[in-house]
């Protein structure tokens, strides 16, 4: 059986499975071409943000992908669940809250009148800020509040964390990193245990293949494990292929910087998924409660 | 009359082809919404207001943007056209920076002004302005230069030379050149404001975005059917009478 | 300053053209568009420029405006060399080159308005004289594009004049007239100009035309453009077009045009 | 010489403003890199390949996507003027659609062609064509009446008419046209590569996106340099002679 | 087809002006330009129209031509009704109207390309032929605006000229040129025009080249355009401008034209 198998992902260090598994790919040595079986083929697509990869479920130009929780959760509730299926974590953590390092920013209290810098709209990272300020008994509104959540693109981040024009950001990693490293950002909040990527399947994928869906799971299981045994080797891997995808080089001790926050798991975070949702209805971005039932499923 | 009636009808049709594609369900209809989905999302935007605030915002950055790009860009234009200095300095710059992209602007939108209107200014002045300075300056030299020689035998020179011949010769192109100007600004402006977030206004550019971000294209298409709604009046409403106006006086315009 | 003041106006200037030559040079050929070409017009003098089609008569004037640069020699305007257009030397064009901007009373109004030491008031009295004058009084108001060929270029011809220039230079201003308004229009300017004197050279086809409004006429040759022959017209004014003493300098003129390039048009 | 010898100063000043700026450290040197390590970065692509290999791909789709924008827009644009109906309903489409900004067609351009490069020139052709049928549309109806009268009365009608007499006759307008059509194309095309990606080709709007991604700024500017040389060589190359010729043809040009 | 056949070519056409009226309206003012002008020109014949500055007279040649329709009235040619300007109905009009984007030889080919039947050496030939009637040969790859005003005008007529049309429409189309260039003209065309016979219609203000060249002279007066008098010319041809009989036909008719406008040009 000739089958190929078409996997997004993005150039990014929280998606460090599929680029040590695409960098494999290319050098002949396919983690899970060896794994699904001989004859396999993996297609590798890069995207660079979820909505682009979703629209690509979506259109079925692909099979499965890494994706964060987010815009999986957006398209299975906008799908009624018609689309998509989460099928393994891949990674937690990653995600702080950094604060500028001659500001004493400590409780959510301290955070009255200041301005918090997001990546997106409704994302994880701005959900998770919303909920924690809003826990800290701060009033938030989308657009306002007694502290301003402002959504910005992550590479802007740092240029106006520097210039001191934002009191903190809330963001992900490598750029978390890049805060502490540039402009000494200190970290106030770390988000251990809080999703940050998921591996998904498109619903017709995961019912005409089923075994393969289940092998892929298996082999990212497999392959996760291996990374958490050969971190230096995986960073490597990692390295070359982000320089691949995007021709531009990240210092390896970014990277090992990075990689120390990050968890990567391939256990279903369905928990971190659940609370995402619940803070999502409560910051007003989810109008109601989608069914979860169907979301998970183990191949 | 005949004319309206086969217009409307043409629009019908596209709108029924619509109609019969979601209908064979051939796309996902997350990617491709109904016309029923996209009239009721504009109705309830329209209703609850989002709409109308957002179209409010944002035309109101648009022309400001646009009403700076050209009063920048026009006599940068002249002077180009009218200084060899001007031209291999300014005229080269601008022949370079209008073929960058908006996203190219942001980081120093937001170096020099941090997240205010003012970098979303920027940025639509920086993708409208240097087009409309290379359209007055092809403007300005494909004028026939009769016009400029019987305006200096007549004693006009400088700024009245600039300002009541050459300008008015080239009213025919300056025209053309302010409307693909007008596409740019909107261009821009979207770019900006898909990049620039900032509190201080939620427009068409947001609504647009988030759209996409939350696959609710339903109100991406929404969005998209007002940007175009817009174009439309701007061009009935401010272009098309000063082209009227000018075909007249030139007696151009006929077929 | 009212109307009547205004019709008197400035000086006329003098006029020297010294030894000017003119190529025009493309990548295909270089075309000798004025050889050596020297007058001398007196202050208020009225020179007629008569040749065959191409040999450099519009040139000649473009160069004397100052639109042009002579490759060799210099034209001075009251001694001082031109160098650059002015009002003081105002040109009306062979092809109409109205502004299709502005309807017929802005055209007219064009050259005025650079004119300072007038009001408003009175430039809109001087552009209104000059378009009676013209016969298009009903047409003030017209698009350029709505104007006849005759029309367009009289409007032109009350452009050139309403400013009152101390120089005009005339390129074929009546060339698109009927012989009957052309007539009307020889006697109206000869009226005001006699009030107003100024320099004035004219191109002209119509031999009788350049006899009836000349002091002098001058013969232009082609090939390169040069100046084959001066005559001097000491008839008292105002003349009229059709008299016989008129007639005589005219058939002489024509003669000599007819001896002169009786070989070049068939040969060129 | 003089000519070149100050654009050239003028050119250097810039440089060292630069340089001075970064000097100065206002800026992190994260957010303004030195002249030198842009200098740098560029050396370095273009030794091993990155640039040359990114501007090859970029290019080609650029050229591609333009001349299916302008074989497409421009007998659009000709119908348009021509005859009411098209006029009422394409040159409306045209209107309206010439202002969206390239990123709504990204949605449409992946479910019709998949992740391929025909999206990417899906996306680069809808961002252009509708701004070419405006451009022609415009100078077509700019024409002074008397050369089509001129060639009707010698018998020229309907094609001949078209490809003889309305379409030279308007070059100096489908020109300018066509100079911001490519403007159009590029920033299109920028924003494909950003939102499209696919494996066939990495192009500059990649390196601009991943370059910004990663902060290396020194790439950022590096690219965009890249952009602007590309869009004054184009000029230099392909508008300018083009330019250079009509205005001799015509006379134009001179002041 | 060699250049000598094709000299000789279609036959000419009948051409009927029935109560032709237009009207120009615009929104400051409505001109009456033509008002019940009729006319009845046989095949082959040769009329010239005459008449005061924006009389009508283009305005009735683009009638003819098709390209204006009128407001009442018809015009049929070869009792077909006009409704559309075509290749047998050539219009050479008042501005020179030449193709900036073509050289003087691509001007000139450019209705003959537009003519069946030809092979493209004949057509080069034959623009060759006319170029170097008009005397431009030196210039047939000039570009327009390296044109005099008089040279532009005989690329026009060269133009007009070279597809044989059966009916030619010329609005004064020797205004630019010079008396001598124009009688080299007159006696080229006349020759050429006995071989190869066509219906033309002919407007000029000069009433001499009217008599010389015309079968019939039709006098028209203004506000609003209308036929005011027609004068047949039964002179032997060819016809030399400067004779005592044209002479004597054309005073008359420049009697007939002063005596009808003498008001009109002062009242206008
Ligand atoms: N811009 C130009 N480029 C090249 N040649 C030119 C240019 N202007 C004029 N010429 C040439 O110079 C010569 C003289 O032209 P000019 O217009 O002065 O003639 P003219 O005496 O006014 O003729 P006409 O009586 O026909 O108007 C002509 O041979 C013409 O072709
Ligand atoms: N497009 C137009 N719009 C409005 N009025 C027009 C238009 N064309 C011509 N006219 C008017 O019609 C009248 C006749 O014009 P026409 O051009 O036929 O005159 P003409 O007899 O050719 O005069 P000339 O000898 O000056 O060329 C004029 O009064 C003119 O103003
Ligand atoms: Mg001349
Ligand atoms: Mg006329």
Request: proline share 5%.
């Amino acid at each position: 059986e000739n089958a190929v198998l078409r996997v997004g992902h993005f150039p990014n260090i929280t998606h460090a499975q599929a680029l040590v598994a695409h960098n494999l790919s290319r050098q002949g040595k396919g983690w899970f071409e060896e794994r699904l079986g001989p004859g396999t083929k993996i297609e590798w697509f890069v995207y660079n943000a979820g909505p682009s990869a979703m629209e690509a479920i979506f259109a079925q130009s692909i099979d499965l992908t890494y994706v964060g929780p987010g815009p999986a959760l957006n398209a299975y509730t906008k799908s009624n669940g018609a689309e998509i299926r989460l099928i393994a974590g891949a990674a937690n953590g990653g995600a702080a809250l950094v604060v500028q390092p001659d500001q004493d920013l400590k409780t959510p209290a301290d955070f009255r009148g200041k301005k918090i810098a997001t990546p997106q709209l409704g994302n994880t990272q701005d959900i998770s800020c919303r909920a924690w300020l809003t826990a800290g008994g701060l009033k938030i509104t989308q657009l306002g509040g007694d502290a301003q959540v402002l959504p910005t693109q992550n590479p802007d981040q740092l240029a106006l964390f520097q210039q001191k024009r934002i009191d903190a950001v809330w963001t992900v990693e490598p750029w978390v990193s890049q805060l502490e490293r540039e402009s000494g950002g200190k970290i106030l909040v770390d988000e251990k245990d809080v999703a940050t990527t998921v591996l998904v399947s498109s619903v017709k994928f995961f019912a005409e293949h089923r075994d393969l869906a289940k092998k892929f799971a298996q082999a990212h299981a497999e392959l996760t494990e291996w990374m958490a045994r050969n971190p230096e080797e995986a960073q490597k891997l990692v390295r070359a292929e982000l320089l691949e995808e995007t021709r531009s080089d990240m210092a390896p001790d970014h990277i090992a910087q990075s990689w120390k926050r990050i968890v990567f798991t391939a256990e279903v975070p369905r928990a971190s998924v659940e609370s995402f949702l619940q803070n999502s209805i409560k910051a007003g971005f989810i109008k109601r409660a989608p069914d979860l039932s169907s979301l998970f499923e183990k191949p | 009359m005949k004319r309206t009636l086969l217009a409307t009808i043409f629009f019908l049709v596209l709108l029924v082809i619509w109609s019969v594609i979601v209908q064979a369900k051939i796309w996902s209809p997350i990617l491709l919404p109904s016309p029923q989905s996209v009239g009721e999302y504009l109705l309830g935007a329209a209703r609850d207001g989002t709409l109308l605030q957002a179209t409010g915002v944002t035309v109101r950055r648009l022309v400001v943007g646009y009403l700076i790009g050209i009063a920048i860009g026009l006599p940068l234009g002249l002077l180009t056209s009218a200084w060899k200095f001007v031209e291999d300095t300014i005229g080269v710059l601008a022949l370079g920076l209008q073929t960058l992209p908006s996203v190219c602007w942001i980081p120093l939108a937001l170096l020099w002004f941090g997240q205010t209107e003012s970098a979303m200014l920027f940025v639509v002045v920086m993708g409208t302005v240097w087009s409309v300075v290379i359209a007055t300056d092809t403007g300005v030299r494909n004028i026939p230069p009769i016009f400029a020689r019987a305006a200096r035998t007549m004693g006009s020179s400088g700024l009245h030379k600039w300002t009541k011949v050459i300008l008015p010769a080239s009213l025919p192109y300056l025209v053309s050149g302010m409307k693909q100007g007008w596409a740019f600004a909107w261009r821009s402006l979207m770019a900006a404001e898909i990049y620039v977030t900032i509190l201080t206004g939620f427009g068409l550019g947001h609504l647009l975005h988030y759209g996409r971000e939350l696959h609710a294209m339903d109100q991406v298409i929404g969005v998209m059917l007002v940007i175009v709604l817009i174009g439309l009046l701007t061009d009935k409403i401010l272009f098309a009478p000063i082209e009227r106006f000018l075909h007249q006086r030139w007696g151009t315009g006929l077929r | 300053m009212s109307l009547q003041e205004e019709l008197i106006g400035p000086p006329p200037a003098k006029l020297i053209v010294e030894n000017v030559s003119k190529w025009f040079r493309t990548t295909r050929q270089t075309v000798h568009a004025l050889d050596n070409v020297s007058l001398n017009i007196g202050e208020g003098e009225f020179v007629c420029l008569v040749g065959p089609s191409g040999c450099g008569k519009s040139t000649l004037l473009d160069i004397i405006s100052g639109l042009e640069t002579p490759d060799e020699g210099v034209v001075m305007a009251d001694n001082e060399p031109v160098l650059n257009p002015g009002r003081h030397r105002l040109v009306m064009f062979q092809e109409s080159a109205l502004f299709p901007w502005l309807d017929v009373t802005g055209n007219v109004m064009f050259g005025l308005k650079l004119k300072p030491g007038l009001t408003n008031k009175e430039r809109l009295e001087i552009a209104k004289f000059f378009i009676q004058l013209v016969g298009l009084e009903k047409f003030s108001a017209a698009h350029v594009h709505e104007l006849s060929g005759g029309m367009k270029q009289r409007v032109a011809l009350a452009r050139a004049l309403a400013p009152n220039p101390r120089v005009l230079l005339m390129d074929e201003p009546f060339a698109a007239l009927d012989a009957l308004t052309r007539e009307q229009l020889y006697s109206d300017i000869q009226r005001i100009w006699q009030k107003r004197r100024k320099t004035i050279v004219f191109v002209t086809h119509n031999v009788r035309e350049a006899v009836c409004l000349a002091d002098c006429v001058i013969l232009f040759s082609r090939n390169p453009g040069r100046i084959r022959e001066q005559f001097d017209i000491r008839l008292p004014r105002p003349r009229d077009i059709n008299s016989v003493e008129l007639a005589e300098h005219s058939g002489e003129i024509t003669r000599a045009l007819k001896g002169h390039s009786a070989g070049e048009v068939s040969d060129s």
